[in-house]
């Protein structure tokens, strides 16, 4: 990078390519993030914990089995994270794919109704979701 006549040399900073694997990874960690302030902002709605310790929810009663299954869907963004940087290649940009598309769907069938800061989350993780989808997609190839 050459410093133009008005700017020293000195004041310029270096930009290196950021590696695909840890892009990915920085937007699974931002989506795990987007998912976990959804669900914490969502206990405020008022009535959410007198329901929640009924075990009234959209999966039903409370049990082991339902807060596997909700454990199951966080869980796995979050090690997608640390899974994009460790996994070979072709299996990362499939899962990377694959998941992306799952939860963005799975996020746009729970919109509907939704107050507006979940609405807002939610249109916040279908982008992130879709450049995961994208960036895996579009994963360079050696020429």
């Known amino acids: 990078m050459q410093a133009d006549a ?6 310029q900073y270096a930009d290196p390519p950021i590696p695909r694997r840890v892009q990915l990874a920085a937007l699974w960690a931002s989506l795990t ?4 302030y959804g669900d914490y902002f969502g206990l405020y ?3 959410k914990l007198e329901r929640m310790l009924q075990g009234a929810g959209p999966m039903g009663p409370t049990s082991q089995g339902s807060l596997l299954v909700v454990s199951l869907l966080l869980v796995v963004p979050g090690l997608m994270s640390i899974l994009s940087l460790l996994l070979p290649v072709r299996a990362t940009r499939w899962l990377c794919i694959g998941l992306a598309v799952f939860y963005a769907l799975f996020v746009a069938i729970t919109m509907p109704g939704a107050w507006w800061f979940y609405l807002a989350y939610g249109g916040i993780e279908i982008l992130l979701c879709a ?3 994208w960036m895996a997609w ?3 190839r050696i020429a």
């Open 6 to 11: 008005t700017t020293p040399a000195s004041s």
């Open 33 to 36: 993030f987007c998912y976990l």
């Open 45 to 47: 709605k008022p009535g």
């Open 131 to 133: 450049c995961i989808a």
């Open 138 to 140: 579009c994963w360079p």
